[in-house]
């Protein structure tokens, strides 16, 4: 709501109740009106809300509809002289409140369309986080070993300064690495706006491929990694792309169910014919592999092929997901597949200039 002209003491309520009077005969009319009393203006000095009223005060009214319902509207107020429009003034306000209406619309759909795109990603992140708990108990039994064999041993040791020393170093370091452990599921589970940041996109992949080696290692599957050592650096929001990387990697185990399989994942540099230099992340498994016709649909919101158990089942949002961090990274990811021999997705993110 909006109000134009002057005033004085009185103000326009920054909340309106649905049911008021004023409101109420907008909704009714749906269109420009230059009669409607009382005005929502109130004084200041009053403690409720109820609208306040003067002799020869004049409201016009502009409804701001859109498919039939009252979004908004914008107030005029004259205090002492009555408002003379001719048919075409009218006439030209109505098409202007349209064009409001239209633009409100669209920015109250596109908040809605942000909304429920953080609320995807987020429901994503948490469906993988029994998977990443497993391999988060895997990370800290070393360090947790280290340090329970320290607590054992130190009453009978602790005249012996070399021992002390080297083990309360390994202890320090084992608990540093389990709180980083801790962070990095906190961070995955919170959704955040995008932190791009100077990363090692070698290093991101490791740490997926840490969580989900007990269920590899469960399943009979073998995992295969060839690491490009010279890759370049690239600008990424970490948590972003550990999530795609984690939703590609827990498909590729689903699609080989139980083993012998294996799953191959390759990082290379790419130059591109421009000049451009991306890096590359290829994902290969040797599952049941994608129906051709389904190949065109797997970005598609609400698109799963996990009907089929419950156990796996999908929402199908996990892949429309990862295909949007992607692009809003700047990247592309494309997928490949035979049925019978498995699938490859191959994504590609921008480096930075070396």
Do not use: W
Not at 67 to 75: E, K
Not at 201 to 212: H, Q
Not at 314 to 320: A, D, K, M, R, S
């Amino acid at each position: 709501m909006h109000t134009l002209g002057q005033i004085e003491t009185m103000v326009a309520p920054t909340v309106i109740d649905v049911d008021h009077p004023f409101v109420q005969a907008l909704m009714v009319g749906q269109h420009i009106s230059d009669g409607l009393e009382p005005t929502l203006a109130r004084d200041p000095e009053r403690s409720d809300d109820r609208p306040n009223t003067r002799p020869g005060d004049q409201t016009l009214a502009i409804p701001l509809i859109t498919q039939g319902t009252l979004i908004a509207f914008a107030l005029f107020h004259s205090p002492s002289a009555r408002l003379s429009l001719s048919s075409l003034t009218m006439g030209l306000m109505s098409a202007m409140a349209q064009g409001a209406a239209n633009a409100l619309d669209s920015l109250l759909i596109y908040e809605d369309l942000r909304q429920s795109q953080a609320l995807m990603r987020r429901t994503d992140r948490l469906r993988s986080l029994e998977i990443i708990a497993g391999g988060f108990a895997h990370e800290i039994r070393n360090p947790l070993t280290s340090i329970k064999t320290f607590i054992q041993l130190a009453p009978e040791r602790k005249d012996d300064s070399q021992f002390i020393g080297e083990f309360s170093r390994i202890v320090l370091e084992d608990v540093h690495r389990i709180e980083r452990l801790i962070q990095e599921i906190l961070d995955y589970a919170r959704y955040m706006e995008p932190q791009m940041t100077d990363e090692d996109l070698n290093e991101i992949v490791m740490s997926c491929l840490y969580f989900i080696q007990v269920k590899a290692d469960r399943q009979g599957i073998k995992i295969e990694k060839q690491l490009a050592p010279e890759l370049p650096r690239g600008m990424l929001d970490r948590q972003q792309i550990k999530q795609v990387l984690l939703n590609l990697l827990l498909n590729a185990l689903d699609a080989i169910g139980e083993g012998p399989g294996s799953l191959r994942v390759r990082t290379h540099q790419v130059l591109k014919p421009e000049g451009t230099l991306f890096m590359q992340v290829d994902i290969e498994d040797t599952g049941h592999g994608i129906a051709p016709e389904n190949l065109e649909h797997i970005f598609d919101p609400f698109f799963t092929t996990k009907h089929t158990s419950t156990m796996n089942a999908g929402t199908g949002l996990g892949l429309t997901i990862a295909h949007q961090i992607i692009q809003e990274h700047h990247g592309d990811i494309h997928v490949a597949s035979t049925v019978g021999q498995g699938t490859t997705f191959r994504i590609t993110l921008p480096a930075l200039h070396q």
